[in-house]
């Protein structure tokens, strides 16, 4: 029997018509939720709202990913009140993976561990392998790590994460730790604008911690106090209490770390409270390595500052390896209703403030390269109307580390580099040293092309000559000395306030007055760029040797320090079983053909070579304001 015309048009229709109800709904659904929370891939760099994200200036990378890493050994308690608050965040649609690395409890001499206490701490772990079986993350993938063997905190972060691209963040997290609903939101708004914003990104940032800063590391620092206007700032120091991690300067510091540690070097840093922590506890914990390391490079973490001791990350500071006891909340945890989540500002990286771990504001990347940008540096450079002027265009790179060591032993900030364009020279100045590209800075001088002199001495005598019309007292340091007084660049001219300069001719060291500027002209510098008499060198010629011989030539009132003050010592290649420092010596030279592993050897046997085999300082030396 033929069916009928109509028989296959009702099924048909109504799987049609159900199919377009679902597809519907499924739009519908997408649409609502994309208008309320938008993926925070469309987080321009300024946030004026958490929950209402304007329109994307720039996108994130499609081979981004984040992976959250949650440290835990025997606390659930703990361990479920942080797994709650990560998987009651907003992760807008995003995939965010978790990977949960259980610590395997202590298995001491068996002989003093009786069977009661094993099963105890068996019954223990498994507990804690139940709740995190049942834990259901529906953000991504789940990963559970139950270790075999204890291994402790320094493993349990150091192990955690190797990353396999570019573009791959973690964000580590310890099981006291509680997260506001926002928290990805705000890492992920960061990573948006200060990693892959091409224009507001520096390769010195390491990540970004969500905790609450409390602590300054360096022994006598500053404390923390920022105006409540700043929101954001970049401070040295790691954070453990919810630290975000970018995945180059991670990779960089595990190879780092292999190496110090397989050579059997130690994290030790004198003038650190963490250095202390390392001498007590060991390797149990694993912060003063990192800290070691970004002392080394010259990293920032970005923080967080908000009202009310407020953080978007809060450590309950449980009974652990760090506390012997609960010490209990640390900061109170931004809630999605409270006044911080509603009006938030990320500004542009060069707005930011940078902070050592003395909690000593620095200012980075202040490079000279033509007059016009010589004014404002030196403004910022100064200190009670005076400046230092340093040519590094002679000596080598362990010598100035030495130098600037000794420098801020001394807590003297008030200087600035001169020398050729090199990445030393990029590096000093990036991590908050003053300095001037000599060979940027010469190509803007059309006047001086064809000088008979090096280019180094035409611009160290422009620098001196702005400093001084700026009314500067300015000391000019050949490369060949170490400062041992902290008085050096204060006592010595005060004998005679009628004297416009002072010159060491031994030393090359010139001191001029701000009253100088009149003489310290452009007749003067145009002199030191026509001088190319070889009676005017001093060991192949140092400016403030033929500055000081030139001034003496034209009769100006100067003041001259050799022998017989007692305020200097030389290094020389002779027996150093003479060389004494007494309480009035000031400087420590040596004449530029003396071999640097000789002056290392007089500096080392006098302690005044204060770096280590890397030419870092050994020391944070803390000066409070």
């Given at each position: 029997m033929?069916p009928?015309?109509?028989f296959?048009?009702y099924p048909?229709f109504?799987?049609v018509s159900?199919?377009?109800l679902?597809?519907?709904?499924?739009y519908r659904?997408?649409?609502?939720?994309?208008?309320?929370s938008?993926?925070?891939?469309?987080f321009?760099l300024?946030?004026?709202?958490?929950?209402?994200?304007?329109n994307?200036?720039?996108?994130i990378?499609?081979?981004f990913s984040?992976?959250?890493?949650?440290?835990?050994?025997?606390?659930?308690?703990s361990?479920?009140?942080?797994?709650r608050?990560?998987?009651?965040?907003?992760?807008d649609?995003?995939?965010?993976?978790i990977h949960?690395?259980?610590?395997?409890?202590?298995?001491?001499?068996?002989?003093?561990?009786?069977s009661?206490?094993?099963?105890?701490?068996?019954?223990?772990?498994?507990?804690?392998?139940?709740?995190?079986?049942g834990?259901?993350?529906?953000?991504?993938?789940?990963?559970?790590h139950y270790?075999t063997?204890?291994?402790?905190?320094q493993?349990?972060?150091l192990?955690?994460?190797?990353?396999v691209?570019?573009?791959?963040?973690?964000?580590?997290?310890?099981?006291?730790i509680e997260?506001?609903?926002l928290y990805?939101?705000?890492?992920?708004?960061?990573?948006?604008?200060?990693?892959?914003?091409?224009s507001?990104?520096?390769p010195?940032i390491y990540?970004?911690?969500?905790?609450?800063?409390?602590f300054?590391p360096?022994k006598?620092?500053?404390k923390i106090?920022?105006d409540?206007?700043t929101?954001?700032f970049l401070y040295?120091?790691?954070?453990t209490?919810?630290?975000?991690?970018?995945?180059?300067?991670w990779?960089e510091f595990?190879l780092?770390?292999?190496k110090?540690k397989?050579?059997?070097?130690k994290?030790?840093?004198d003038?650190?409270?963490t250095?202390?922590?390392?001498?007590?506890m060991?390797?149990r914990?694993?912060?003063?390595?990192?800290i070691?390391?970004i002392?080394?490079?010259?990293y920032f973490?970005?923080y967080t500052?908000?009202?009310?001791?407020?953080?978007?990350s809060v450590?309950?500071?449980?009974?652990g390896?760090?506390?012997?006891?609960?010490?209990?909340?640390?900061?109170n945890?931004i809630q999605?209703?409270?006044?911080?989540?509603?009006?938030?500002?990320?500004?542009?990286?060069?707005?930011?403030?940078?902070?050592d771990?003395?909690?000593r504001?620095?200012?980075?990347?202040?490079i000279?390269t033509?007059?016009d940008e010589?004014?404002?540096v030196l403004?910022?450079?100064?200190?009670a109307?005076a400046?230092?002027?340093?040519?590094?265009d002679?000596?080598?790179?362990m010598?100035t580390?030495?130098?600037l060591?000794?420098f801020?032993?001394?807590n003297?900030?008030?200087?600035?580099?001169?020398g050729?364009?090199?990445?030393?020279?990029?590096?000093?100045?990036?991590?908050?040293h003053?300095?001037v590209n000599?060979?940027?800075f010469?190509?803007?001088?059309k006047?001086?092309?064809?000088?008979?002199?090096s280019k180094?001495?035409i611009?160290?005598?422009?620098?001196?000559?702005?400093?001084?019309e700026?009314?500067?007292?300015?000391?000019?340091?050949?490369?060949?000395?170490?400062?041992?007084?902290?008085?050096?660049?204060l006592?010595?001219v005060?004998?005679?306030p009628t004297?416009h300069f002072?010159f060491?001719?031994?030393?090359?060291l010139?001191?001029?007055?701000?009253?100088?500027?009149?003489?310290w002209?452009n007749?003067f510098?145009?002199?030191?760029?026509?001088?190319?008499?070889p009676t005017?060198?001093?060991?192949?010629g140092g400016?403030?040797?033929?500055a000081?011989k030139?001034?003496?030539?034209?009769?100006?009132?100067?003041?001259r320090?050799d022998?017989?003050?007692?305020?200097?010592?030389?290094?020389?290649?002779?027996?150093?079983?003479?060389i004494?420092l007494k309480?009035?010596?000031?400087?420590?030279?040596w004449?530029?053909?003396?071999?640097?592993?000789?002056?290392?050897?007089?500096?080392?046997?006098?302690g005044l070579?204060i770096i280590d085999?890397e030419?870092?300082?050994?020391?944070v030396?803390?000066?409070p304001?």
């Amino acid at each position: 029997m033929a069916p009928k015309r109509g028989f296959y048009f009702y099924p048909i229709f109504l799987i049609v018509s159900l199919s377009a109800l679902f597809i519907f709904s499924l739009y519908r659904s997408s649409s609502l939720s994309l208008s309320s929370s938008p993926p925070i891939s469309q987080f321009p760099l300024t946030i004026t709202n958490f929950n209402n994200i304007p329109n994307p200036n720039f996108q994130i990378s499609p081979k981004f990913s984040f992976t959250i890493k949650v440290l835990t050994y025997d606390r659930l308690r703990s361990l479920s009140r942080c797994l709650r608050s990560l998987s009651a965040a907003h992760y807008d649609n995003d995939k965010v993976n978790i990977h949960i690395f259980i610590d395997h409890f202590k298995i001491l001499d068996q002989k003093d561990q009786d069977s009661e206490y094993l099963d105890k701490k068996l019954n223990e772990s498994r507990e804690i392998l139940d709740f995190v079986d049942g834990f259901e993350w529906r953000f991504g993938e789940k990963m559970v790590h139950y270790r075999t063997g204890n291994v402790g905190l320094q493993a349990q972060w150091l192990e955690a994460w190797w990353p396999v691209s570019d573009d791959e963040f973690a964000f580590v997290v310890e099981d006291d730790i509680e997260l506001s609903q926002l928290y990805y939101r705000f890492l992920k708004s960061l990573i948006v604008g200060y990693y892959y914003n091409a224009s507001n990104y520096s390769p010195w940032i390491y990540g970004a911690s969500l905790q609450r800063p409390r602590f300054v590391p360096g022994k006598h620092g500053n404390k923390i106090n920022i105006d409540t206007e700043t929101k954001v700032f970049l401070y040295q120091l790691v954070g453990t209490w919810g630290q975000l991690l970018f995945p180059k300067p991670w990779k960089e510091f595990r190879l780092w770390y292999d190496k110090h540690k397989t050579k059997g070097m130690k994290p030790l840093l004198d003038g650190m409270v963490t250095t202390g922590w390392y001498k007590k506890m060991g390797d149990r914990i694993w912060t003063p390595w990192f800290i070691k390391f970004i002392h080394a490079r010259g990293y920032f973490n970005i923080y967080t500052n908000f009202l009310n001791e407020s953080a978007l990350s809060v450590s309950h500071r449980d009974t652990g390896v760090n506390y012997g006891r609960t010490a209990g909340p640390d900061s109170n945890l931004i809630q999605e209703s409270s006044r911080e989540s509603n009006v938030f500002k990320l500004e542009p990286l060069r707005n930011l403030k940078w902070y050592d771990f003395c909690f000593r504001e620095i200012i980075p990347d202040r490079i000279v390269t033509n007059v016009d940008e010589l004014e404002p540096v030196l403004k910022s450079a100064q200190k009670a109307n005076a400046l230092v002027v340093v040519s590094v265009d002679q000596t080598s790179k362990m010598l100035t580390r030495n130098l600037l060591c000794h420098f801020a032993r001394l807590n003297v900030w008030n200087y600035i580099f001169v020398g050729p364009d090199s990445e030393f020279l990029l590096d000093l100045a990036r991590r908050g040293h003053p300095v001037v590209n000599v060979d940027a800075f010469f190509d803007t001088l059309k006047a001086y092309k064809s000088s008979k002199l090096s280019k180094e001495n035409i611009v160290m005598a422009l620098v001196v000559k702005k400093a001084l019309e700026m009314k500067y007292d300015t000391w000019v340091l050949d490369h060949d000395m170490v400062p041992v007084n902290a008085d050096f660049f204060l006592d010595s001219v005060k004998r005679n306030p009628t004297v416009h300069f002072y010159f060491w001719s031994r030393l090359g060291l010139l001191f001029a007055r701000s009253t100088g500027s009149g003489i310290w002209n452009n007749r003067f510098v145009n002199e030191i760029a026509q001088t190319a008499d070889p009676t005017m060198s001093k060991d192949g010629g140092g400016f403030g040797f033929i500055a000081g011989k030139l001034l003496e030539r034209k009769g100006v009132k100067l003041e001259r320090f050799d022998d017989g003050l007692g305020f200097s010592v030389e290094i020389n290649a002779g027996d150093d079983n003479g060389i004494v420092l007494k309480n009035d010596t000031k400087v420590v030279f040596w004449s530029s053909d003396a071999g640097s592993g000789l002056v290392q050897n007089r500096l080392e046997s006098l302690g005044l070579w204060i770096i280590d085999s890397e030419s870092h300082c050994k020391a944070v030396i803390c000066h409070p304001s």
